[in-house]
T-cell receptor, first 115, second 107 residues
Framework: ETGVTQTPRHLVMGMTNKKSLKCEQH?????MYWYKQSAKKPLELMFV???????ENNSVPSRFSPECPNSSHLFLHLHTLQPEDSALYLC??????????????FGPGTRLTVL | DAKTTQPPSMDCAEGRAANLPCNHS???????VYWYRQIHSQGPQYIIH???NNETNEMASLIITEDRKSSTLILPHATLRDTAVYYC????????FGEGTQLTVNP
């Protein structure tokens, strides 16, 4: 247990569905991250939230919509996804200071399959 | 961020030290060296990081050469549970994961 939980652990959805991934951290951190890990590709950083403000969006398509209502919770809202969006979606958290933001704690991930 | 080069795979006998190398010849003065690992079907796990000096914690030791162009992660007594992909990342900003080294610890 890393102190970062993600739900659901597995999700199968059609291209016309709308779903949300949830991440919760119990570490007192104030920065949260979404990563995507596709088969046979390195982890890709998608979004960064610091103190509940989105500070980075790495050219992610608008069909992925993040939300950070408070420093403990992070959501990734999904709509009209494509089969190539099937991947492991990982959430991480850290302290927000520059000295700490690369000491990240990851959740177990949500395995997403888009049919 | 500087590019890193790691061997794609390594094997180690259980109970022996695992020494994982990483080359980062273009590292700049303010870039740190980070090590993470990812056990199959789990999220990555932070191991250790350093700037110039060697570092040690309860998981591993990090040896950085004096010119900072390479480093070695040392797991002093590898166990089967240390089988994972190990990522060496050089950064002064965000983490950029590469392909890493698949370490297999054999009984």
């Amino acid at each position: 247990e890393t102190g970062v939980t993600q739900t659901p652990r597995h999700l199968v959805m059609g291209m016309t569905n709308k779903k949300s991934l949830k991440c919760e951290q119990h570490l007192g951190h104030n920065a949260m991250y979404w990563y995507k890990q596709s088969a046979k590709k390195p982890l890709e950083l998608m979004f960064v939230y610091s103190l509940e403000e989105r500070v980075e969006n790495n050219s992610v398509p608008s069909r992925f919509s993040p939300e950070c209502p408070n420093s403990s919770h992070l959501f990734l809202h999904l709509h009209t996804l494509q089969p190539e969006d099937s991947a492991l979606y990982l959430c991480a958290s850290s302290h927000s200071g520059r000295a700490y933001w690369n000491e990240q704690f990851f959740g177990p991930g949500t395995r997403l399959t888009v049919l | 961020d500087a590019k890193t080069t790691q061997p794609p795979s390594m094997d180690c006998a259980e109970g022996r030290a695992a020494n994982l190398p990483c080359n980062h010849s273009t590292i700049s003065g303010n870039e740190y060296v980070y090590w993470y690992r990812q056990i199959h079907s789990q999220g990555p796990q932070y191991i250790i990081h350093g700037l110039k000096n060697n570092e040690t914690n309860e998981m591993a030791s990090l040896i950085i050469t004096e010119d900072r162009k390479s480093s070695t992660l040392i797991l002093p007594h590898a166990t089967l549970r240390d089988t994972a992909v190990y990522y060496c990342i050089v950064s002064d900003s965000r983490l950029t994961f590469g392909e890493g080294t698949q370490l297999t610890v054999n009984p």
